[in-house]
Structures are given as C-alpha cells and as structure tokens.
C-alpha cells in the first residue's frame, strides 16, 4: 500500500534526503492551505481529514485519508497545498520530500504508475464525496455516511460498529449545520437505526441505513 511498494534496490539508490516516519496526535496539522509545498504525506495509520476554508470563515472537509492514502499530491506540480490537512484519529505517517518522489517519478516507471494510481484515486473519492455526503437530504447523508465508515472498520463479529466525529466534523464533512447533524444522529438512535455503546461508538443496522440513504 505504501507509494514505493513496487520500487526495487537499486531504486532506493536515487534517495538522498531523509524520509522521516512521524507520529501526530488528534488535532495536530500536517500541512495548512496556501503553505508552499515541500513534501507528500502517506499515511500508515489513523485519520486524517483534508479541511477547505470557505469566505465565510466556515470549513468544509472534502476527504478523509486512512491507511495507505496520499496527501500533497499537488506539490509535484510546484502548487501550494490546497488544504489543511488536519489529523481526526492518532495517525502514523510518512513524510516524503518533494524533490525525492519528482526525481524518482522521472526516473523509474514503477514510482509513475503508483502515482498515477494515487491520482486517480483521490479523483475517485472526491467523486464518491461529491455525490454520497453532499447531495440528498440530511438524513441520507448522515446514512451514507455511516455506510461508508462500516465498509472502512476493521472486521467485527456481529453488527458493524463505527465511531463517529464530533457533530462540528459532521456539519463540515456534509455540508449542514452543527445542530442538524446533532438531531439527525439523535433521531436514529431513537429509531434503533444505530446504536450508542461508548461515546461516540456506534453499532449500525445496515439495512436500515441502506433505506434511509436512498431517501
């Protein structure tokens, strides 16, 4: 999963400014938008969210980054980060810089492939953002959205069981408001959609998120 996965030996050769594996608790900040851009970010473990900044002051988070996904892409380009890249969960993470991941895309085809396999995988999932969490009714948003975290948890025996945000990461992440992501996850409690064990731990009822979804 990792971006040099298929590099080979004499590959690594090519290297010559340190790759540092970093550990960042929740809240801490990887990168802020408009920051030049110095370094592509893979991450090994955790959360990661990717937070745009409106005119308004508000934010909205356009996507969530798990194990294996690569932040700061655009740098490769010689832009600025277009987010702030804010960590949600304790988060693992490579720091590459951008002048090692540039040459070694120019000098072996296996970095290139895996980079465009990254490309078209952050186009993926703005695309999945895009029509799942910001189109429809609140409350089919917020059930896609815990459709989406109960495919991405780990395995479990019996009913899937995700942990949720806080409802301010909620509202930027759906594009509602604070108070309506607080009284849309209050209404399926209620209605035994999904089920509060530890704050914020939820067991799902994945048939009825299912139908609520496509509301």
Known sequence: MALFADLRPEDFDL????????????????YHAGDE???LFTVRSGLVKLVQY???????????????DTAGLEVLLGEAYEHAAVVLRPALVCRLPRDVVSRLSVETPRLHTQLMKR??????QADEWLTGLSTGSARSRVARLFLHLAEVEPACTGAPEVEL????????MLGVTTETASRVVAEFKRGGIVTEGKTNRF?????????????
């Open 165 to 172: 945000f806080s409802r301010e990461d909620l509202g930027a």
């Open 203 to 215: 067991r799902c009822d994945l048939d009825a998120l299912r139908h609520t979804a496509g509301e």
């Open 119 to 124: 490309w078209h995988n952050n186009v993926k």
């Open 37 to 39: 851009g110095t370094a």
């Open 15 to 30: 290297i010559h400014l340190p790759i540092d594996e970093l550990q960042y608790d929740p809240g801490a900040t990887l």
């Open 54 to 68: 409106l005119p308004d002051g508000s934010q909205r988070i356009v996507r969530l980054l798990r194990r294996g």
